[in-house]
Each structure stands twice: as C-alpha cells, then as structure tokens.
C-alpha cells in the first residue's frame, strides 16, 4: 500500500521533508500506526513525532484521530497544533 505523508511547520524543519509517498507491506494501518511507523525510524523523526508531543494528524485534509483507518493512495498529515501562514 502507497501513502501520501504530509509534514508541516517545525514538524516539516525537523524531519527535513515536506511530503514523502511511504509504502507499507500493510493492507490496513491506522494513522497512529503510521506515526509508530515513522518515529521508529529514531533521530529528528522520533523526536518530532514522539507520542508525547503535541502534534494534530489529518486523513485526507480532514482531522483525525490516531485510531483512523487509512487506505491506498490516502494522505496523511503532520503538524503542530498551531501553524503560521
């Protein structure tokens, strides 16, 4: 399965990318899992996804929670709580 990632403001600045197609053996995940998925990969990308931190999550341009469901050619969404223009 192939997902469209979307990263914005510091969460973009810290893990260096504006968007990234992931692709997962998976038929189904979770936008939560997706997040587990990334911050595995340790450094900037754990630090600015970590479970602790506040950060939003959008499926879809829609707001979401971590247990949404997510589907081939989805787009996921990562940013802070409070973006600038």
Known sequence: MKINLRFFASVRELVGTGQEMLEVAELRLTVGEVRALLIARGGNWEYAL??????RMAHNQVMCDADTVIGEGDEVAFFPPVTGG
């Open 50 to 55: 970590a479970q602790g931190r506040a950060l």
